[in-house]
């Protein structure tokens, strides 16, 4: 029995137009335009993950690392205390800390970007075989520069900074003194 098409092959085959109509807009509305994103965990048990909430951002932490020699030190790793999430330099040698990651409540382990809390910070910074001095500051919620970080190979000593006080005495410390830092 011969149908007519055994010359043609099977590109022949047409499907009317308002048929693969049809057929698209059932598929897109069985199977939706994407998958939901999830998470796979430990287990191999997939989540979904919620979206993140969206944060208000009330400023940011900024300054430089550089070497002896003035010049940027790139991928130094950043980091605070009171806890935000580490920071790795630029090219530059600049950083800039605007959030902190805290895990969320709904219990599915996701971390969410909070906006940092005023209070005191240390700001300290790590590189294999160099070393510097911590940065005390107060942070108030604006943008601030604690200006450069200098640091020192650690078969050299840290230099020693001397203050004078208000009272004419002068107060010797270890380490690679700064300027203060500079609200924006």
């Avoid at 011969?2 to 590109?11: A, D, P, R, T, V």
């Avoid at 047409?14 to 998958?35: E, N, Y």
């Avoid at 805290?102 to 599915?108: A, F, L, N, W």
């Avoid at 700001?123 to 640091?151: D, L």
Wanted: net charge positive; proline share 5%.
């Amino acid at each position: 029995m011969k149908l007519g098409y055994e010359n043609q092959g099977f590109n022949t085959v047409r499907i009317p137009k308002v048929i693969r109509i049809w057929l698209f807009c059932v598929m897109v509305a069985f199977f939706g335009w994407g998958c939901p994103k999830t998470k796979t965990t430990r287990r191999g048990s997939k989540n979904t993950v919620a979206k993140a909430k969206v944060v208000k951002l009330k400023g940011c932490i900024k300054g430089r690392v550089v070497k002896e020699d003035d010049s940027g030190f790139s991928y130094v790793i950043v980091e605070t205390k009171p806890a935000t999430s580490p920071k790795i330099t630029n090219r530059e040698g600049r950083f800039e800390i605007c959030f902190r990651s805290q895990r969320s409540e709904d219990g599915q382990g996701a971390s969410v970007k909070v906006a940092l809390s005023e209070g005191e910070y240390v700001v300290s910074v790590k590189k294999e075989g160099y070393h510097a001095r911590p940065i005390r500051f107060t942070y108030q919620g604006r943008n601030i520069n604690i200006g450069e970080i200098k640091m020192v190979e650690k078969s050299r000593p840290l230099p020693e900074v001397v203050k004078k006080t208000q009272k004419g005495e002068e107060k010797r410390t270890s380490g690679v003194g700064g300027k203060a830092p500079i609200p924006e």
